[in-house]
């Protein structure tokens, strides 16, 4: 009777559990990719779908219709409170990004402790009036 040495089951274990991790790890930070990407690209279409034409919109309806249009949007992420600053001719929007994850080393590799803060900005569509106040404000009418 011959004996095997079992040295290449040992080692496919070995390297079969590692490669598991690696390919999990893999599909968990495109999934977080993917929410980043998210934020950005449709906080940004949000507001400029809100504003469009100069439609006159609240700091508080900007920030709760972001919250709803984005939750329902991101995979394993979530957002904070969203601060929505509305400015004369532009609008801005600080958005945290918070993991939902237990983990605490990978949160911090990925969003810091306090979460990833994204900013957006996008410009009101109502030149004419910005345009006409100026004018007013300067004494011209």
Known sequence: MKWKKASFTVE????????????????????????????????????????????????????????????????????????????????EAEIPLLLAIRFPFVKEILTGQEGKRIYLSHEKLNAPYIVWDSEVIKGRK
């Not at 079969?16 to 999934?31: E, G, P, R, T």
């Not at 809100?50 to 439609?55: I, P």
């Not at 609240?58 to 904070?80: A, F, M, Q, V």
């Open 12 to 91: 496919a274990a070995f390297i079969f559990s590692i490669a598991i991790w690696v390919l999990f790890s893999i599909c968990y930070l495109s999934m977080y990719v993917h929410d980043r990407t998210a934020v950005y690209s449709l906080g940004q279409h949000y507001l400029e779908m809100a504003l469009e034409n100069g439609a006159e919109v609240e700091e508080r309806e900007l920030r709760e219709g972001l919250e709803e249009y984005l939750s329902e949007k991101l995979l394993i992420s979530h957002t904070g409170k969203i601060r929505v600053k509305e400015g004369l001719v532009s609008v």
